[in-house]
């Protein structure tokens, strides 16, 4: 299963992933990484990156490294984000990586860098629980 392009369908079906932007670059086991090109949109009034467009990243980039090792059908039960320093920059990057699994959740963690003139910066960091939807219907 060529879990890159299983990965890129999904991201392709977030109507606010499309809207952002977002591409997924790597989704395998050793880890996920999502980019999102900076536009105005996306900045807050102070010219930074809005923190939402970074905690959007933080989770979806937790929940697809959560996927890579549980499978699909998985949803995000947890996470936390801190916020380093603004991000000012012509692309973000988030990297994360399950740190450990079990039968139905993984702890996962995401390095969130700002690409300023082709240097990474980190602007923010996030862990979290992913955890695998139930055979029952996904609204329980």
């Not at 060529?2 to 977030?14: I, P």
């Not at 990057?93 to 980190?122: M, P, Y």
Request: some cysteine.
């Amino acid at each position: 299963m060529d879990l890159l392009k299983l990965g890129r369908g999904v991201l392709a079906s977030q109507p606010f992933s499309q809207m952002v932007g977002a591409v997924l670059t790597r989704f395998d086991q050793d880890g996920t990484e999502i980019r999102v090109p900076v536009k105005d949109a996306l900045k807050q009034q102070h010219g930074f990156v809005h923190g939402g467009v970074l905690s959007y990243l933080a989770d979806n980039a937790l929940t697809f490294a959560g996927g890579a090792v549980l499978g699909t059908g998985v949803v995000t039960s947890e996470y936390k984000i801190n916020y380093l320093r603004p991000a000012i920059g012509q692309d973000i990057v988030a990297r994360a990586l399950a740190v450990h699994s079990g039968k139905s959740q993984a702890a996962c963690r995401c390095d969130i860098f700002i690409v300023n003139d082709g240097k990474e910066t980190l602007c923010a960091i996030a862990q979290g629980t992913i955890a695998r939807l139930s055979a029952s219907s996904p609204g329980e």
